[in-house]
């Protein structure tokens, strides 16, 4: 008998495209290279940050889709602050961590700076960066109140320590009075009256009157 005519590669493919399972192994490696391209650390923090947001019930969902949208650097020092548990608004706190964090990731320009004392002590005390940040945006009365109190060691959290003396020291600092122009002054002094001319002759002649009451009555009699 005639051998049996062999099947072409071609066919042979498309039988196997349509057995049941067979693209699987192309899902797979699709899925590969999708993981490949998400960061490794976005991948570890995302059963964390889903643990922390379970662990909060009364978050509200904006707050929790900002969580999870955020990178993974910003994602740490937000969980490492600990729970909200005993927050009078947990979303309200959560929403101001994020954005300590992101102003915390935020590079320093040099005209930011704080003057060297300022930032030595930053340095030595190794606060978080958003209560850094705090402290070089606060007037230097402010700053040297906060340095004069001394270090942040032994403290349990130096950051919040850091804030209170902020807040302190803003409080009992009183803002910088603008100096007063001696313009107003030296006008008033050289006319009491006031640049409006007919108020100045009006109070000229009532002045006037007063001090010579005959003599405006025999001018006018």
């Known amino acids: 008998p005639a051998p049996a005519p062999r099947p072409s590669p071609a066919a042979g493919a498309w039988r196997e495209r349509g057995r049941p399972g067979a693209s699987a192994p192309m899902v797979a490696s699709r899925s590969r290279s999708r993981s490949r391209g998400r960061p490794a650390a976005a991948?570890?923090?995302?059963?964390?940050?889903?643990?922390?947001?379970?662990?909060?019930?009364?978050?509200e969902e904006r707050a929790a889709t900002m969580l999870r949208s955020k990178p993974p650097e910003v994602?740490?020092?937000?969980?490492?602050?600990?729970?909200?548990?005993?927050?009078?608004n947990p979303t309200a706190v959560l929403v101001s961590r994020i954005?300590?964090?992101?102003?915390?990731?935020?590079?320093?320009?040099?005209?930011?700076?704080?003057?060297?004392?300022?930032?030595?002590?930053?340095?030595?005390?190794?606060?978080?960066?958003?209560?850094?940040?705090?402290?070089?945006?606060?007037?230097?009365?402010?700053?040297q109140a906060v340095v004069s109190r001394g270090s942040l060691?032994?403290?349990?959290?130096?950051?919040?320590?850091?804030?209170?003396?902020?807040?302190?020291?803003?409080?009992?600092?009183?803002?910088?009075?603008?100096?007063?122009?001696?313009?107003?002054?030296?006008?008033?002094?050289?006319?009491?009256?006031?640049?409006?001319?007919?108020?100045?002759?009006?109070?000229?002649?009532a002045q006037y009157q007063q001090a010579y009451p005959q003599a405006v009555q025999g001018a006018y009699a």
Do not use: C, W
């Open 99 to 143: 954005r300590n964090a992101e102003e915390g990731l935020r590079p320093v320009l040099d005209t930011e700076r704080a003057p060297e004392e300022i930032e030595r002590f930053l340095i030595i005390e190794r606060v978080e960066p958003h209560a850094a940040a705090r402290l070089r945006r606060a007037s230097k009365p402010v700053q």
């Open 75 to 88: 994602q740490r020092m937000v969980l490492s602050r600990g729970g909200l548990s005993g927050t009078r």
């Open 43 to 59: 991948d570890k923090l995302g059963p964390d940050v889903e643990a922390f947001l379970r662990a909060e019930p009364e978050i």
């Open 153 to 205: 060691a032994g403290t349990r959290d130096p950051t919040a320590v850091l804030m209170t003396r902020i807040r302190d020291a803003e409080k009992e600092t009183p803002p910088a009075e603008p100096v007063a122009s001696q313009e107003p002054l030296d006008a008033a002094i050289t006319n009491p009256y006031g640049a409006d001319p007919q108020a100045y002759a009006l109070a000229y002649y």
